[in-house]
C-alpha cells in the first residue's frame, strides 16, 4: 500500500460501524464539506466514521496551469471522455481504493463503506465504486457525472449495479451542466443501476434541501 492521502476525520458516535469516505471538489480541500456532518442530523447509533481526504496538488489546464487540489486534470469544460485525464482518475481511484483497506482494517466491513463526492470528487467516487473489486454500501455523487464510457459501464458486472447511489445536480450549474449529469444518469438507469436522482433550483453548490434529502437516504442506508 502507497503512502495514505491526509484527510480530515470525524465521528458521530462511540461504537462505529460505518466510514464515508468525502471527496471534495477542484481547488478545495478536505475542510470543505467538514460542516456537512451535523447538518446530516443522524443519530449517534450506529456511529460512522466520515474521513475528508485532501487530493494532491496538481496543475489544471483549463485554470491555464495553475497549481490546486485536484483529483485529476482537467482540459476541457464539455467533460467528454476522449479530453480526459485517465491516468489521472485511475491514480485517484487508486488512492480511495488504499483508505478503503485502512478502513477495513480498522475493523470496518467493505459493505459498510461509503464513498461520497461533490464534482470532480463526485466523479471518482462513481468511477471508484463502480470499478473497485469491492462491495461497497453505496456512493454519492453530487453536481458531477460518470467519468466512464458507455462500452466501459457496459462491461461492470450486473451485482455492482445493484449498489445504492444517491445523485444530486443543480438545475443552474453553469459548471458542470444539468444535461451532462442526466446524460451520466441515463447511462446508469440503462444498466438498471440503483439509482435516486434529485435536482434543485441551485448553481455548482449544495442546498439545504439537498441535504436533507441526502439525510433520509443516509438513514436508510445505515438503519436509522
Known amino acids: 500500500m502507497t503512502k495514505l492521502l491526509e484527510f480530515i476525520e470525524i465521528e458521530t458516535g462511540e461504537n462505529i460501524e460505518y466510514s ?3 471527496l471534495h471538489g477542484l481547488g478545495a480541500s478536505g475542510h470543505d464539506f467538514e460542516p456537512i456532518v451535523p447538518e446530516l ?12 481526504p485532501h487530493a494532491p496538488i496538481r ?3 483549463v485554470n491555464g496551469g495553475a497549481a490546486m487540489r485536484g483529483w485529476y486534470d482537467i482540459t476541457s469544460l464539455d467533460f467528454e471522455s476522449r479530453h480526459q485525464d485517465d491516468a489521472g ?9 488504499d483508505i478503503i483497506a485502512s478502513e477495513i482494517a480498522r475493523g ?13 470528487g463526485g466523479a471518482i467516487a462513481l468511477q471508484a465504486g463502480l470499478t473497485l473489486d469491492r462491495t461497497l454500501a453505496g456512493v454519492v455523487a453530487l453536481s458531477t457525472y460518470l467519468p466512464m464510457t458507455t462500452e466501459t459501464l457496459a462491461e461492470v ?13 443543480g438545475t443552474q450549474d453553469d459548471v458542470i451542466r444539468v444535461n451532462i449529469a442526466e446524460e451520466s444518469r441515463d ?15 441551485i448553481p455548482h453548490s449544495v442546498s439545504n434541501e439537498e441535504v436533507d434529502d441526502l439525510s433520509l437516504w443516509f438513514k436508510r442506508l445505515f438503519g436509522m
Open 20 to 22: 464515508v469516505i468525502w
Open 41 to 52: 442530523k443522524l443519530l449517534a447509533r450506529p456511529g460512522i466514521r466520515f474521513l475528508f
Open 59 to 61: 496543475p489544471i489546464t
Open 89 to 97: 482518475i485511475a491514480e485517484s481511484v487508486a488512492a480511495v481504493d
Open 108 to 120: 470496518i466491513d467493505e459493505s459498510n463503506i461509503v464513498l461520497a463526492g461533490f464534482s470532480q
Open 157 to 169: 458486472p450486473s451485482l455492482k449495479m445493484s449498489m445504492p447511489i444517491f445523485m444530486a445536480h
Open 187 to 201: 447511462k446508469l438507469q440503462v444498466r438498471d443501476a440503483s439509482l435516486e436522482w434529485h435536482t434543485y433550483e
